[in-house]
């Protein structure tokens, strides 16, 4: 009984290590955002803004929910070039326009519709509604598809990235922080503090 469990545990284990390599090739960021008010260690996107190797930006759609009469979420990163699709999910009619970079008005349309724009140039992008002047959110179109959201404990964590040397680049809406340089190494995540101050 006790050679047979043994072998289990043991036959486990080869899989669990085989299974390994692919992961620990690769490296982690697991960071704290922390700011002088509790509620604004939220939202900050911490992205790659320089890497041991060039990562392409990729095509992806990501949707801007409008529910609630709040844009969620209301800090969104993506790549320069990926599409987001704004959703109304919401009774009520919404817009969508911004007055930064191309300066667009997507229209004003009612629940269950959506409408997409591709962001073709990085820059932040604050998204508006003229039927509610109090929504805002952020779409902040990056150079790199490598970024995260810090969330409301401050957490937030970069994967897959190749062992090296980066420059970090940190946005938030309120706060701002100093470029941050860091090395990645392969299997354990590593720490990452960051300290965000009046910009
Ligand atoms: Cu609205």
Same mark, same amino acid.
């Given at each position: 009984?006790?050679?047979?469990?043994?072998?289990?545990?043991?036959?486990?284990?080869?899989?669990?290590?085989?299974? +390994?390599?692919?992961?620990?090739?690769?490296?982690?960021?697991?960071?704290?955002?922390?700011?002088?008010?509790?509620?604004?260690?939220?939202?900050?996107?911490?992205?790659? @803004?320089?890497?041991?190797?060039?990562?392409?930006? %990729?095509?992806?759609?990501?949707?801007?929910?409008?529910?609630?009469?709040?844009?969620?979420?209301?800090?969104?990163?993506?790549?320069?070039?990926?599409?987001?699709?704004?959703?109304?999910?919401?009774?009520?009619?919404?817009?969508?326009?911004?007055?930064? %970079?191309?300066?667009?008005?997507? %229209?004003?349309?009612?629940?269950?519709?959506?409408?997409?724009?591709?962001?073709?140039?990085?820059?932040?992008?604050?998204?508006?509604?003229?039927?509610?002047?109090?929504?805002?959110?952020?779409?902040?179109?990056?150079?790199?598809?490598?970024?995260?959201?810090?969330?409301?404990?401050?957490?937030?964590?970069?994967?897959?990235?190749?062992?090296?040397?980066?420059? +970090?680049?940190?946005?938030?809406?309120?706060?701002?922080?100093?470029? +941050?340089?860091?090395?990645?190494?392969? %299997?354990?995540?590593?720490?990452?503090?960051?300290?965000? @101050?009046?910009?």
């Amino acid at each position: 009984m006790l050679i047979r469990l043994l072998t289990l545990i043991s036959l486990l284990l080869c899989s669990v290590i085989t299974s +390994l390599p692919a992961v620990a090739d690769t490296g982690s960021i697991a960071g704290t955002v922390a700011a002088p008010i509790p509620k604004h260690r939220a939202g900050a996107i911490v992205y790659v @803004k320089q890497g041991p190797v060039a990562v392409p930006l %990729g095509q992806k759609t990501v949707t801007l929910d409008q529910k609630g009469l709040v844009f969620t979420p209301r800090i969104l990163p993506i790549a320069k070039g990926w599409t987001v699709e704004f959703l109304n999910s919401d009774p009520v009619a919404h817009n969508v326009y911004t007055i930064d %970079g191309e300066k667009y008005d997507l %229209g004003t349309w009612p629940q269950g519709q959506k409408k997409t724009h591709v962001f073709a140039k990085s820059g932040v992008y604050r998204q508006l509604c003229k039927v509610h002047d109090d929504m805002i959110s952020y779409v902040v179109v990056l150079d790199t598809p490598q970024f995260a959201v810090s969330d409301k404990d401050g957490k937030f964590a970069l994967s897959g990235l190749a062992p090296g040397s980066y420059t +970090l680049g940190v946005w938030h809406e309120k706060l701002g922080a100093a470029d +941050l340089s860091v090395t990645v190494t392969a %299997g354990a995540p590593t720490a990452l503090p960051v300290v965000l @101050k009046a910009k």
